[in-house]
């Protein structure tokens, strides 16, 4: 906020379609880790008073699928809005996985992942990134392979009768042990790797709120994104991305969602580490 109480202008990176997604995404991932993890790690004390709270196994079960139908609609509702991206900004798929906005990895990723690593090193300057980095490409298809794995074994399990009429009985076992381990893989990544990445990075440390908020200082576009930064003001396009700043009292309610959602995932980490070093079964 400027002086005298006006509400500075910031750069909108997400829209509202994208922030509600998220949301969603975040509730149902974590209904699925806390509910998913009480029945992976049962014979734990801490998974024991967890499902207590959450009204038992059964219920927990309940609270599990209702989550993981969640989950497939945030994705297919993304799939949709990418279609429409397709037709309204760039015209083909083409220019929509291949272009200069495309979340798909290319030669520059690679590029700047190693002048990354020389940058971490003092070998390097740090990398002029671009709207997306290697690392937000990383945790974006890290959710189209989750939906994959995880997805299709986790309605493997949930009908199995359907599925058992022309798959063997055995793959059963297989699709249990590939659910639950992936599961677990994703948890542990998303709770460590991703948090880091998005909030505990010096440069945004103790907290990111863009993705709830949409909006971010221009300051930080032009420290955080300075090739993005550079190619809108030269193509007279950064005005038109600008709109005034929420105003305290929502970016607060925000902060104190976000807080809760690194609690619960960090406390997520402790209780696995738990689980595999003293007690895993």
Known sequence: MSNGGVQRRQFVRFSRLQ????????????????????????????ASVLSHLLGGF????????????????????????????????????????????????NRR????????????VGRGPRPAYGRWTYWEKF??????????????????????????????????NVTTIIHSDEALLATGFIF?????????????????????TGRMPLEELERDKPREYEELVATGKLEEKMEEAYQPIVTQTIRAF??????VGFSIVLWIIYAMLFAYR
């Open 19 to 46: 922030r509600i997604l998220h949301i969603c995404m975040i509730v149902s991932f974590m209904s699925l880790a806390l509910t998913g993890l009480t029945l992976k790690f049962s014979y734990t004390k801490w």
């Open 58 to 105: 059964e219920n927990a079960g309940y609270i599990h699928r209702s989550a993981a139908v969640v989950m497939f609609g945030v994705f297919i509702t993304h799939l949709v809005d990418l279609y429409k991206l397709k037709k309204r900004e760039h015209g083909s798929w083409r220019e929509l996985l291949l272009g200069p906005g495309s979340m798909t990895m």
């Open 109 to 120: 990723d690679l590029t700047e992942f190693v002048g990354t690593l020389k940058w971490f």
């Open 139 to 172: 945790d974006y298809f890290a959710v189209f392979w989750g939906i994959a794995v995880i997805g299709s074994t986790g309605l493997t399990l949930w009908f199995p009768v359907f599925f058992t009429q022309f798959l063997p009985g055995w793959l059963l």
């Open 192 to 212: 460590t790797v991703h948090f880091f990445n998005t909030h505990l990075r010096p440069e945004k440390f103790p907290m990111d709120i863009t993705v709830f």
């Open 258 to 263: 976000a807080w809760a959602a690194l609690a």
